[in-house]
């Protein structure tokens, strides 16, 4: 069973940086590729990104210049910045493993000075 | 606006069988493999179908998916009261080098 926990503040101001972890266990965090998803309030699913290995990151075009994903494979687990926030940015933020058979719980961001 | 088009309702009633239905292009839907998710509220989505028609395990066969062409789709026989829920398609599109994911249908079972 692959399980992945979403950790990081939940509270970021505008203009600053949004930073999220996902640990990853029951899987090699080398060996699939891993992704953000978030989901604001009341609206659809929105693919952030996906990492494999610090080698091959795609990010979604209209995030591409604030985003930057990275693996950390001493600790089996992946993470998110998200630069110059904006409340436009407030969401839950999803991990999981690319093709999303599994998912983390989620955890809420909100951008608000 | 969504890159796949969805119906944002649709609705039946216990027993019925319900379709939902999702429209792409030659990027994604057309060129590559379709994948649905189910999320109930307050909960993180779930896949049901993978790799166009393809079941997890653990997903009841009254779940199928399909695709052709440019759309795909996702059936529900046997409806039941727990199968209300948002749906969501996504696939990989080759032109924007991304996931795209569907507006999202919310099923209502009456």
């Known amino acids: 069973q692959v399980l992945l926990q979403e950790s990081g503040p939940g509270l970021v101001k505008p203009s600053e940086t949004l930073s999220l972890t996902c640990n990853v266990s029951?899987?090699?965090?080398?060996?699939?590729?891993w992704t953000w998803i978030r989901q604001p309030a009341g609206k659809g699913l929105e693919w952030i990104g996906r990492?494999?290995?610090?080698?091959?990151?795609n990010y979604n075009p209209s995030l591409k210049s604030r985003v930057t994903m990275s693996v950390d494979t001493s600790r089996n687990q992946f993470s998110l910045r998200l630069i110059s926030v904006t409340a436009a940015d407030t969401a839950i933020y999803y991990c999981?493993?690319?093709?999303?058979?599994?998912w983390g719980q989620g955890t809420l961001v909100t951008v608000s000075s | 606006q969504s890159v796949l088009t969805q119906a944002p309702s649709a609705s039946g009633t216990p027993g019925q069988r319900v379709t939902i239905s999702c429209s792409g292009s030659?990027?994604?839907?057309?060129?590559?493999?379709v994948y649905w998710y189910q999320q109930l509220p307050g909960t993180a989505p779930r896949l049901l179908i993978h790799?166009?028609?393809q079941r997890p395990s653990g997903v009841p066969d009254r779940i199928s998916g399909s695709k052709a062409d440019t759309s795909a789709s996702l059936a529900i026989s046997g409806l039941r009261a727990e199968d209300e829920a948002d749906y969501y398609c996504?696939?990989?599109?080759?032109?924007?080098?991304?996931?795209?994911f569907g507006g999202g249908t919310k099923l209502t079972v009456l």
């Open positions: 999981a493993r690319d093709g999303g058979d599994f």
């Open positions: 029951g899987a090699s965090i080398s060996t699939y590729f």
């Open positions: 990492v494999y290995n610090n080698d091959i990151l």
């Open positions: 030659t990027s994604n839907i057309g060129n590559n493999f």
């Open positions: 790799r166009n028609h």
């Open positions: 996504a696939v990989w599109d080759d032109r924007l080098r991304g996931w795209v």
